[in-house]
T-cell receptor
Framework: SAVISQKPSRDICQRGTSLTIQCQVD?????MFWYRQQPGQSLTLIAT?????????ESGFVIDKFPISRPNLTFSTLTVSNMSPEDSSIYLC?????????????FGSGTRLTVV | EDQVTQSPEALRLQEGESSSLNCSYT??????LFWYRQDPGKGPEFLFT???AGEEKEKERLKATLTKKESFLHITAPKPEDSATYLC???????????FGKGTLLTVNP
């Protein structure tokens, strides 16, 4: 399966600042996904990042708050902008390997964000 | 809108005590039901994909089954290392979005 590296693994940030999370995949993938996992809640899809086009955001998530870049087929970034304590969460990058031997979605190890 | 409900929220077993986790779902046009294992501080680890009612898949002490309304993850003779949160997710319709349940926290005591 694809190996996904996320950076940073954790961070503590001041409210009002922004944090950019990086996701690097060891193989070329068409679709990359960004999820949020809040304490006690389900993993929730933020947006789908496609190379060469604008990201597609899910209901409740907007580009101004969560801008995404996808410069090539192995890399994506998610920025959490103008952070508040409510943004404290785990952010996860994922790739679609349903059509391959894995037959599922592979996730990175996540970025644990705490906003103070 | 796709929905996934997992039960129980938490389950505590003795080593060797078999049990099952439940995942109830509603989805428009199921294109896959996925089971994941998540250890603290780590991302979800893929276990199984099921596509149609009646399908079963096994991996070591785990067996996943699927009906038209729910999936079960059966754990046979669990060991302490099986302790983790088990997540269920569905993919439906024409998009690539996974809808997750809140998970079942499994603790296996030695």
């Amino acid at each position: 399966s694809a190996v996904i590296s996320q950076k940073p693994s954790r961070d503590i940030c001041q409210r009002g600042t922004s944090l950019t999370i990086q996701c690097q995949v060891d193989s070329q993938v068409t679709m990359m996904f960004w999820y949020r996992q809040q304490p006690g809640q389900s993993l929730t899809l933020i947006a789908t990042a496609n190379q060469g086009s604008e990201a597609t955001y899910e209901s409740g998530f907007v580009i101004d708050k969560f801008p995404i870049s996808r410069p090539n087929l192995t890399f994506s970034t998610l920025t959490v902008s103008n952070m508040s304590p409510e943004d404290s969460s785990i952010y996860l990058c994922s790739v679609d390997e349903v059509g391959g031997p894995v037959a599922g979605y592979t996730f990175g190890s996540g970025t644990r964000l705490t906003v103070v | 809108e796709d929905q996934v409900t997992q039960s129980p929220e938490a389950l505590r077993l003795q080593e060797g005590e078999s049990s099952s986790l439940n995942c109830s779902y509603t989805v428009s046009g199921l294109r896959g039901l996925f089971w994941y294992r998540q250890d603290p501080g780590k991302g979800p680890e893929f276990l199984f994909t099921l596509y149609s009612a009646g399908e079963e898949k096994e991996k070591e002490r785990l067996k996943a089954t699927l009906t038209k309304k729910e999936s079960f993850l059966h754990i046979t003779a669990p060991k302490p290392e099986d302790s983790a949160t088990y997540l269920c997710a569905v993919r439906g319709g024409s998009n690539y979005k996974l809808t997750f349940g809140k998970g079942t926290l499994l603790t296996v005591n030695p």
